[in-house]
């Protein structure tokens, strides 16, 4: 439904974004990955209308994007703001209705939304007299409001409490279901692995890795097992198989951390344990998103 | 455009529900007809003045011309002698005690105003005054003069002020009340340019230090947000002015009227003869009284001209000054900041208003009348104080054209500064960089 092509935009000094292009599918989660500074919020910014890049071009379900798209886009930024005097109830009128919605829909639409995540009673309050959490309540309340088919959320679970964040992790699920696509922008890659589909690693302004979660992790993937067992096995010997890299002996428990050689495959270390030691557990070592990014980030520096 | 519209309404409510706005709309007015109360209340007690009574000792052998009592002063004639007055004084129900010795006419000295109390200034100079009027008649008389012929040497002289305008026709004025009229609607369009002007900053500061900036430019053009706030504040502006306008008449009339009333039925107890004489005095009072001439010139002024052009000047100097405000505040996280930009905005504005004041209430047809009345970032205040002294039409269309020119320049340059500026945070902003802003493609 989106794609970015070749977007440049540059800065005084300091080019924000070189050369990056990707693509965001509908009624998927989009992950924004990359360090502070990398470039993503000029990304988003672009995808916003907020700027305009330098070259390269966004098309939006087949439209270079333009203006009429703004309704069907809905934004959180990092830096969460509200007009502090404004009353509660008023201010989300407000921001709905900048959006396009009429006084009556947006009323309507205000009202089930507040209903629904224990907001009634805020109507009448203002900004300044609600807590920090409550305000990003309001404001993710303002930025799905208006039904956008592409919300952008910039580490949306930032200020929330455990509690809140898991109510707004489940309104996020429920509105994808209903076909809402997500992009989110984030360096916290724990919520990146429970919710995104596919994701984006950013990093000095380029982008370095894309693709689907499932796929990157299985690229990442080195055939690393840990491997626990019972009984005598010495380690030290040369193997065609699997090599240690990690050892570990606790009350007679001896826990590996082994790497299987080329060519080689899980059965075969198994079938040459097998005849000597009582195996107790064998698992493979699936890199975290968080090991990735880690270790490509470390690797381009 | 819709979103224009409701961002206009949005800064309008916004600011007249505020209770500062309400509490300062309605007590302005109040404050404005007080003064207008006081002012016509002490014109009408200093003409009427309190009233003296004045025993007369006359010891003079040669002065039979009689003191002439008036409003101020009632003089009776008593055959005491002064040492008994002078006892008697604190029961009499006299004031004064005034001793007319036996002075020469040619010489008249040692005369004694004695009192209760210390005599004022005014009633000294008027007793002397009485007294030398009698004197005077006196020696007229002495040299030949009946009654009639006193009576026919009084004149009293009023000059008509008219000025002759473009068609010849004649205008009635007065340099008092121009001089009025031209310093307040000076010194109101200097408050509103920078009042309302501060308070566009404000609102851009606002927006940015709450982060709801970012929000809004991805819903709206930074343009429109810029444009809907100066002009929802723009009507704030004029709202409070025009409740102003409106309030003061209607609280100055009720002022007047209750006044009016209270004198009213003071005199009805009085005989109709009283009652005559004080309207005469009240209706003398006004007309005579600085205050009377201004209302009248007033009356000649063109008012609804003034207001609808003050209106214009208004708007046109806001529009001008509130963009470059904008730009400001957009380009500063934190009010505080603004100090190193405000005075190169304040100082046109500043220069305007004490010049406008000072040169051309003295001189209002003279050059620099006419470049600071021309030039948009004085014009606003300068045309304000030269128009009550009349401004040839050319020069007045000439003007507002200069200044709409003006504000569209402005607008601008501003907007420009400001679609960079919003989304600038953490930076120390200097002059060079926002031209730097000011250059970028869009």
Request: charged share 20%; aromatic share 10%; with cysteine.
């Amino acid at each position: 439904m989106l794609s970015v092509n070749n977007i440049v935009k540059q800065y005084a000094e300091h080019r924000a974004l070189d050369d990056v292009s990707l693509t965001v599918e509908q009624g998927k989660i989009f992950g924004l990955l990359g360090p502070n500074g990398a470039g993503k919020t000029s990304l988003i910014r672009i995808i916003t209308q907020i700027t305009a890049p330098d070259s390269g071009e966004v098309i939006f379900n087949g439209q270079r994007l333009n203006s009429n798209h703004i309704a069907q886009i809905g934004y959180l930024p990092e830096e969460r703001g509200l007009y502090k005097k404004m009353e509660i109830g008023e201010q989300v009128l407000y921001l709905a209705k900048l959006k396009g919605l009429s006084t009556a829909e947006a009323t309507k639409r205000v009202r089930y939304w507040f209903e629904k995540l224990e907001m009634g009673s805020w109507w009448n309050k203002k900004v300044e007299d609600l807590s920090k959490g409550m305000q990003q309540k309001v404001q993710f309340v303002a930025t799905i409001l208006h039904q956008p088919e592409l919300i952008i959320l910039d580490e949306p679970f930032s200020g929330f409490d455990p509690v809140n964040a898991e109510i707004i992790k489940n309104e996020i699920l429920e509105l994808n279901k209903q076909g809402a696509t997500f992009i989110f922008s984030t360096h916290r890659m724990e919520s990146v692995e429970e919710l995104c589909d596919s994701i984006a690693l950013i990093h000095r302004s380029k982008k370095i890795l894309d693709g689907s979660v499932e796929e990157i992790k299985e690229k990442y993937r080195n055939n690393t097992y840990w491997l626990e067992y019972q009984g005598e096995y010495n380690t030290e010997l040369p193997s065609d198989v699997f090599e240690v890299l990690q050892k570990d002996i606790r009350k007679g428990t001896t826990t590996l951390k082994v790497k299987i050689k080329e060519g080689q495959s899980a059965n075969n270390m198994l079938a040459a344990l097998l005849p000597v030691v009582n195996i107790q557990r064998l698992d493979e070592v699936i890199p975290t998103m968080n090991d990735i990014f880690i270790d490509q980030v470390k690797t381009k520096d | 455009m819709n979103k224009i519209l409701l961002i206009i309404q949005r800064e309008y409510l916004s600011r007249v529900k505020k209770k500062s706005f309400i509490v300062m709309t309605l007590l302005t007015p109040v404050i404005f007809a007080g003064f207008y109360g006081m002012m016509i209340y002490f014109s009408i007690q200093g003409i009427k003045g309190s009233s003296n009574k004045i025993a007369v000792v006359n010891a003079n052998k040669t002065l039979t011309e009689k003191l002439i009592s008036t409003n101020n002063a009632t003089y009776t004639y008593v055959n005491k002698p002064l040492p008994q007055m002078k006892a008697e004084l604190a029961t009499s129900g006299y004031d004064y005690v005034l001793y007319l010795p036996d002075f020469s006419l040619d010489d008249p000295s040692g005369i004694q105003l004695l009192g209760k109390k210390q005599a004022g200034l005014t009633l000294n100079n008027k007793v002397a005054d009485d007294v030398e009027n009698a004197i005077r008649n006196q020696k007229l008389k002495q040299s030949g003069l009946a009654q009639k012929d006193l009576d026919n040497l009084k004149s009293s002289v009023d000059i008509d002020m008219k000025k002759i305008g473009d068609t010849g026709k004649e205008e009635d004025s007065s340099a008092g009340a121009s001089t009025i009229i031209a310093y307040v609607g000076g010194i109101l369009m200097f408050m509103f340019i920078l009042l309302y002007g501060i308070q566009v900053m404000r609102g851009v500061i606002e927006e940015k230090t709450n982060r709801i900036i970012e929000v809004m430019i991805s819903s709206v053009k930074p343009f429109q947000l810029m444009m809907g706030k100066i002009i929802g504040i723009a009507l704030v502006g004029l709202t409070q002015f025009i409740l102003w306008i409106v309030l003061t008449g209607i609280i100055s009339t009720a002022v007047v009227k209750i006044y009016a009333d209270k004198s009213m039925a003071q005199s009805a107890v009085s005989t109709a003869l009283k009652k005559q004489n004080e309207n005469k005095i009240i209706k003398e009072a006004t007309e005579k009284s600085p205050i009377g001439n201004i209302q009248k010139s007033l009356a000649n002024l063109d008012v609804t001209k003034i207001i609808t052009l003050f209106l214009f000047f208004f708007l046109g100097g806001y529009l001008f000054y509130s963009a470059l405000y904008a730009a400001i505040g957009s380009a500063v996280d934190s009010e505080t900041e603004t100090q190193q930009f405000m005075f190169p905005v304040m100082m046109p504005l500043l220069l305007g208003y004490t010049l406008s004041l000072s040169v051309v209430t003295n001189d209002p047809y003279g050059n620099m009348a006419f470049w600071l009345s021309m030039i948009p970032f004085t014009s606003p205040i300068a045309m304000m104080v030269r128009l009550p002294y009349g401004v040839p039409d050319w020069q007045l269309a000439l003007s507002m054209a200069l200044l709409i020119l003006g504000f569209i320049g402005t607008v601008w340059v501003a907007s420009r500064i400001y679609r960079v500026g919003i989304l600038m945070y953490g930076k120390k902003t200097s002059f060079k960089e926002m031209i730097k802003w000011f250059t970028y493609k869009n």
